[in-house]
């Protein structure tokens, strides 16, 4: 499981990879938080749960990742721990997250990059060998 930052000309990309579909979906969440606040300074203290859905993998992570951003930019709140469980499939996706963070703070948690939203162009996922690969833009 992880992630890494892609050269890219003037926005930010991220590959993401786990063994399951819902970990690499965690760890494309967790990828964009690094990116916006220093992610180790999160403490896990507030529970919050998050459910979307889409049509395919694609728009399910665009929704899931949309989500979070929304919820930084109303509720404050930035997280560094993810459960996420997928059902469904094409036509008809489910995704359900319990997300831990807290409150954000400056002071806290730094401030990297405004994460302005996701994008589709080039976003990719896929199974190669055992592992599940997820790779999107980050509008920032």
């Not at 890219?8 to 579909?21: F, G, P, Q, R, S």
């Not at 993998?57 to 930084?72: K, Q, R």
């Not at 997250?97 to 996701?118: D, F, I, L, Q, T």
């Not at 055992?130 to 920032?140: G, K």
Request: charged share 30%.
């Amino acid at each position: 499981m992880g992630f890494r930052i892609l050269d890219h000309v003037a926005d930010v990309m991220i590959e993401a990879w786990a063994d399951t579909l819902d970990e690499a979906f965690e760890e494309a969440a967790k990828a964009m938080f690094d990116q916006m606040i220093y992610l180790e300074k999160v403490d896990p203290i507030i529970e919050y749960s998050i459910e979307v859905n889409g049509y395919d993998l694609e728009e399910l992570l665009y929704n899931w990742l949309e989500h979070l951003i929304i919820t930084v930019d109303i509720d404050f709140l930035v997280f560094s721990k993810f459960k996420v469980t997928i059902n469904g499939n094409m036509g008809n996706y489910n995704l359900k997250a319990v997300c831990w963070g807290e409150k954000y703070k400056r002071e806290k948690h730094g401030s990297k990059v405004v994460v302005k939203a996701v994008t589709y162009h080039e976003m990719k996922i896929e199974k190669r060998n055992d592992q599940w690969f997820i790779r999107y833009i980050l509008d920032i």
